[in-house]
């Protein structure tokens, strides 16, 4: 079984529990060398997304979900390999403490921004988003926060993805996602989505 591994404290909680289970044939990729590195101290093993075509199943948190789907993900700066990772998978899971669900987006929306013409970029994206003043993601980009108000997802994604400067933004919308799991106290609620 081919595997992607997302990134954030709900995921480091997972990793303990796939290393119990065994990992038998299992091939992994990460998308944050956090990831990476608790997933191999683990004995679970992680290659280079490079050498895999598709994946069976990845598993990924959450900073927000609403009740028809919409994600905001990437509040550690790695929405653009958790989407690449999603988005190759054939089924991607989405797993949730209770705190995550909202009945309407809040942000911020996390943005990973090419750094070639910054300046210009965020004059286009205006006074709504913020550069964080953190190390640049994985992949280079420099991480910012659209802090406006979200209102309708699929507006705002599309116009994010309309701007040559914007690599990605957090916004997942339903059709990604597969199954959506929230842990409430011993309890699981399991939701089936779009993907």
Same mark, same amino acid.
């Given at each position: 079984?081919?595997?992607?591994?997302?990134?954030?404290?709900?995921?480091?909680?997972?990793?303990?529990?796939?290393?119990?289970?065994?990992?038998?044939?299992?091939?992994?990729?990460?998308?944050?060398?956090?990831?990476?590195?608790?997933?191999?101290?683990?004995?679970?093993?992680?290659?280079?997304?490079?050498?895999?075509?598709?994946?069976?199943?990845?598993?990924?948190?959450?900073?927000?979900?609403?009740?028809?789907?919409?994600?905001?993900? +990437? !509040?550690?700066? /790695?929405?653009? =390999?958790?989407? $690449?990772?999603?988005? %190759? &998978?054939?089924?991607?899971?989405?797993? #949730? *403490?209770?705190?995550?669900?909202?009945?309407?987006?809040?942000?911020?929306?996390?943005?990973?921004?090419?750094?070639?013409?910054?300046?210009?970029?965020?004059?286009?994206?205006?006074?709504?988003?913020?550069?964080?003043?953190?190390?640049?993601?994985?992949? +280079? !980009?420099?991480? /910012?926060?659209? =802090?406006?108000? $979200?209102?309708?997802? %699929? &507006?705002?994604?599309?116009?994010?993805? #309309? *701007?040559?400067?914007?690599?990605?933004?957090?916004?997942?919308?339903?059709?990604?996602?597969?199954?959506?799991?929230?842990?409430?106290?011993?309890?699981?609620?399991?939701?089936?989505?779009?993907?």
């Amino acid at each position: 079984m081919t595997v992607g591994l997302g990134t954030g404290s709900t995921v480091a909680h997972l990793l303990p529990a796939i290393a119990r289970r065994g990992v038998g044939e299992i091939r992994c990729v990460a998308t944050s060398l956090a990831t990476e590195e608790q997933a191999r101290a683990l004995g679970i093993p992680v290659e280079e997304f490079s050498t895999l075509r598709r994946l069976d199943l990845a598993i990924d948190g959450t900073d927000e979900v609403t009740p028809d789907g919409w994600l905001i993900k +990437g !509040g550690g700066g /790695a929405h653009l =390999r958790e989407k $690449i990772v999603a988005a %190759a &998978a054939d089924r991607f899971v989405v797993i #949730a *403490d209770s705190s995550k669900p909202v009945d309407a987006l809040r942000g911020p929306v996390p943005l990973e921004l090419f750094g070639f013409g910054i300046a210009s970029t965020l004059a286009r994206l205006g006074k709504e988003v913020e550069l964080r003043d953190v190390p640049a993601s994985p992949d +280079g !980009g420099v991480i /910012a926060d659209f =802090r406006g108000p $979200i209102g309708d997802p %699929a &507006a705002l994604a599309a116009r994010l993805e #309309a *701007d040559p400067g914007v690599a990605a933004h957090g916004l997942f919308p339903p059709a990604m996602v597969s199954e959506l799991f929230v842990g409430r106290g011993e309890q699981v609620e399991v939701a089936r989505l779009g993907g």
